[in-house]
């Protein structure tokens, strides 16, 4: 949920400031473009937004795709109060109405799963279509065995062991800069302030996932040491219509560590249960 991101971000096709009712402000980059009115909203976990960048270029070959950076992550402003996963929800579904985009699929990974799934519950004018969650948190298991690992007490190096399953993929934190490493825990921070008090989980959330009525995909990658497979195959099974994908050699960033069998997984989830019969 917290190690940095192990390769530099692919360059964004834009970046822009986007203004939203109330005055929040949020930075977007933004993939391929908005020709159809539909798309692809995808939400970082706390390492930060690009973790998904890479994974938002390949998705941008077929969609347009959307994907914000969290206030307060990167640098960008935080305004005071805005500080919880259902405040980061209504806010996107603000940014859907803006940009007046329908039949979203919001994609989520980690931290971004949670705000997915508490977008969907609030979702009152029907412009997500269908969600994916990426190693998503958000729940609370009711088994020690299957709770998310609390990282705030741990080391970079130790995040990354649990956080990748492959060491080609691990940061090398002893090369990082004292202004990467100032902005690594700025973002962790702000993670805290979103999290709350149980910091990985809502004790409410998973109770009232079976109003969520839009197709749902849990990909997990199989490897995870932050949030087991065990605790993904709950999160699927508290949706209705929930769908779950597990991705071998892989662990809490299948997007990264598996990109291709993360996309497989999604394109296998449009075609027979969001759209039978799509072919792209």
Do not use: C
Not at 15 to 25: I, M, Y
Not at 48 to 62: D, I, K, M, N, Q
Not at 175 to 204: E, M, V, W
Not at 225 to 253: S, W
């Amino acid at each position: 949920m917290t190690t940095p991101a192990p390769t530099p971000a692919s360059t964004p096709a834009s970046t822009r400031t986007v203004a939203l009712p109330g005055g929040l402000s949020v930075t977007v980059q933004e993939f391929g473009e908005n020709t159809e009115g539909t798309g692809v909203l995808v939400l970082h976990g706390g390492a930060g937004p690009r973790t998904v960048a890479g994974f938002s270029a390949a998705l941008s070959e077929h969609v347009y795709v959307v994907a914000p950076t969290h206030p307060g992550f990167d640098g960008t402003p935080r305004p005071d109060g805005f500080d919880s996963v259902a405040d980061l929800a209504i806010a996107y579904l603000d940014l859907l109405d803006t940009l007046d985009i329908k039949d979203v699929m919001v994609i989520g990974n980690s931290v971004g799963g949670w705000i997915a799934a508490e977008m969907a519950l609030r979702d009152n004018k029907g412009r997500i279509g269908a969600l994916t969650l990426l190693n998503a948190v958000g729940i609370h298991a009711h088994m020690v065995e299957n709770r998310v690992v609390d990282p705030r007490t741990m080391a970079p190096a130790d995040i990354s062991q649990l956080s990748f399953a492959k060491a080609e993929f691990r940061p090398d934190f002893a090369s990082f800069t004292d202004a990467q490493r100032a902005a690594g825990a700025a973002n962790q921070q702000t993670l805290a302030i979103y999290g709350g008090d149980h910091f990985t989980y809502d004790p409410k959330l998973r109770a009232r996932l079976h109003r969520v009525t839009v197709p749902v995909l849990v990909v997990w990658g199989e490897e995870d040491g932050i949030a087991p497979l065990k605790y993904g195959r709950g999160y699927a099974d508290a949706f209705p219509n929930g769908h779950f994908a597990p991705i071998p050699d892989a662990a809490h960033f299948p997007q990264i560590e598996a990109l291709g069998a993360t996309l497989e997984a999604i394109g296998n989830f449009v075609n027979t249960t969001v759209k039978p019969g799509s072919t792209d």
